[in-house]
């Protein structure tokens, strides 16, 4: 190991070099922030991807029963600041009522981002997390998607049901076409929710090039809700994940909630006494988590109430509860290094 090395781990303030994958031929290190394009140069198409885009009557459509709640969604660039500057012109930490010294903290982002039927227009800021998509049990969500990334990516969910064609998963030489999503291409996902698949889930990029595109903000919410059950009067989606320097090429790791970090920017959620409230909350990194919202219990999986929840990467579950505390709260990760590394934000019930 030379100087630079060690100069360059100082630099980054990560640990020494872990081996995190290797994409298409190239070792991917922690520490060492990765062009995805180069990656994506050395990952070879699938032969059914090959197949498919000279002759696209080889995919098969998925089944679609009941209503179809259809999306159009592209995956894109964005230009996304962790922590932006505050009305002083500093980014700040409200909970430690503290100025943040992070350096640069601005990079180029992957993004879902919603549009109008056929792509028209673009429904919502382009951001992250991505949209969340929302069907009631009996549904079907037909998610159109397009690629407007530079490298190939795809969508693939958790929780619903879907065929072997419509799993958004890259498997090598046997890939189907929604498991290679090359730049510029569209393909239609089919996801069909019937009873059992109610919940709280999530879709991310399960493409060649994973994990690095999720890592990049290529994730968000499913909701499948069931039509038996009182409709909260407010509901709240939170992201727990970090964005790393293999992936932004920023000097350090950034604890966030829904891609912001620290108190202030983070989501701040509001309620008021009385609301039904949902909070759905997953874990999109390589971290284990806790939920833990202050003044407030609910009821666990157990049964016993609780006021703080551990979680992994890809959990998803959601906390029902009748607001009757009012003030000024804190929700956060009671991992204490996430935490202070910007994992909270305020939850304000009136």
């Known amino acids: 190991m030379g ?10 303030g990560v640990s020494a070099g872990a081996l995190l994958c290797t994409i298409g031929g190239q070792k991917v290190y922690t520490d060492q922030p990765v062009d995805p394009e180069s990656l994506a140069a050395g990952v070879t198409v699938p032969p059914k991807v090959r197949a498919a885009k000279q002759n696209p009557g080889l995919i098969k459509a998925g089944a679609i029963t009941g209503v179809r709640k259809e999306y159009w969604i592209s995956a894109e660039t964005r230009r996304w600041n962790i922590i932006p500057p505050g009305p002083n012109g500093k980014r700040m930490d409200q909970m430690l009522n503290q100025r943040v010294n992070k350096g640069r903290t601005t990079f180029e982002a992957y993004a879902y981002r919603a549009y109008t039927e056929n792509f028209g227009q673009p429904i919502q800021a382009n951001a992250v997390p991505g949209p969340t998509l929302e069907a009631t049990v009996g549904e079907t969500l037909v998610v159109h998607f397009r690629n407007n990334l530079p490298v190939p990516v795809t969508m693939h969910p958790h929780g619903v049901f879907y065929s072997n064609e419509m799993d958004g998963a890259y498997k090598g030489y046997w890939t189907d076409p929604g498991g290679f999503v090359q730049p510029g291409e569209e393909f239609t996902y089919v996801w069909e929710c019937p009873e059992g698949t109610q919940g709280s889930w999530i879709y991310h990029d399960h493409g060649p090039l994973d994990p690095i595109p999720l890592y990049k903000g290529l994730f968000g919410s499913i ?4 039509p038996n059950e009182q409709p909260p009067d407010k509901e709240f989606f939170i992201g727990f994940h970090s964005f790393s320097p293999v992936a932004t090429g920023l000097r350090f790791n950034f604890n966030c909630v829904n891609g912001r970090a620290f108190t202030g920017n ?3 959620y509001r309620a008021n006494i009385g609301d039904v409230v949902d909070f759905h909350v997953y874990g999109m990194d390589d971290n284990f988590h806790t939920f833990h919202l202050h003044g ?3 009821e666990g999986a157990s049964g016993a109430m609780v006021d703080n929840v551990t979680f992994g990467p890809g959990d998803s579950f959601r906390i029902r509860l009748t607001e009757d505390n009012p003030g000024r ?13 910007g994992m909270s934000g305020w939850y304000l019930v009136e």
């Open 329 to 341: 709260w804190f929700y956060h990760c009671h991992v204490f290094s996430h935490l202070h590394d």
């Open 266 to 268: 983070t989501p701040t």
């Open 296 to 298: 407030h219990r609910w």
């Open 223 to 226: 909701v499948v809700r069931d």
């Open 3 to 12: 100087v630079n090395d060690l100069n360059r781990r100082s630099f980054l």
